[in-house]
């Protein structure tokens, strides 16, 4: 069974610049979540998708953060514009039941 | 405001022994709890979990244990290999939070040989 992909694994801009991410769940997954995992934390959850209508985006920075999850599969997630403090990586995962599978993540850094 | 504390960054183990890494939570809404584990550069890979209508759950090497008096919980790795070097997270999660996971900050596990 294929994981979790995401794309890119690693990315750099500056600060005002925008990014985003993709990520393609497992199949038949029907809940993607996008955690943010800044260096020495934990993951934070950014927000939540059950098929293509949002759960819980109530951690979402949404003045610069914006996703979206294209036919309840694949989802985008995007910054705009950068700042410094976003720097960190950016996971999804996806479930069916229970408990989040974990892709690689991305690793931005914003300079 | 911190729900889930894993107080100790790292912890030094010598291969063969026994492995011990706590998390606390603050919330008593939490009934469900999860151990990942992260390799750097990769993401994190579940472990194993336990519901609060438990206090043990066991698989192959590793125990979870859970005290919902003291909200602790704890995870044991008897015995400990050079390959379970890496970062556990603790997480929690409470009935209708539809796998909302609240995570610590981690603790770096090194297995000496």
């Known amino acids: 069974e294929a994981g979790v992909a995401q794309s890119p694994r690693y990315k750099i801009i500056e600060k005002r610049q925008s990014v985003a991410f993709w990520c393609n769940p497992i199949s038949g997954h029907a809940t993607l979540y996008w955690y943010q995992q800044i260096l020495g934390q934990g993951p934070k959850l950014l927000i939540q998708f059950q098929n293509n209508g949002v759960v819980d985006d109530s951690q979402l920075p949404k003045d610069r953060f914006s996703a979206e999850r294209l036919k309840g599969v694949d989802s985008t997630l995007k910054i705009q514009p950068a700042k410094l403090e976003d720097s960190a990586v950016y996971l999804c995962a996806s479930s069916l039941y229970g408990r989040p599978y974990f892709g690689p993540g991305t690793r931005l850094t914003v300079t | 405001d911190q729900q889930v504390k894993q107080n100790s960054p790292s912890l030094s183990v010598q291969e063969g022994r026994i492995s011990i890494l706590n998390c606390d939570y603050t919330n008593s809404m939490f009934d469900y709890f999860l151990w990942y584990k992260k390799y750097p550069a990769e993401g994190p890979t579940f472990l194993i979990s336990?519901?609060?209508?438990?206090d043990k759950n066991e698989d192959g090497r590793f125990t979870v244990f859970l005290n919902k008096s003291a909200k602790h919980l704890s995870l044991h790795i008897v015995p400990s290999q050079p390959g379970d070097s890496a970062v556990y997270f603790c997480a929690a999660s409470e009935t209708g939070s539809q796998g909302n996971l609240i995570f610590g900050k981690g603790t770096k596990l090194s297995v000496k040989p």
């Open positions: 336990i519901s609060s209508i438990k």
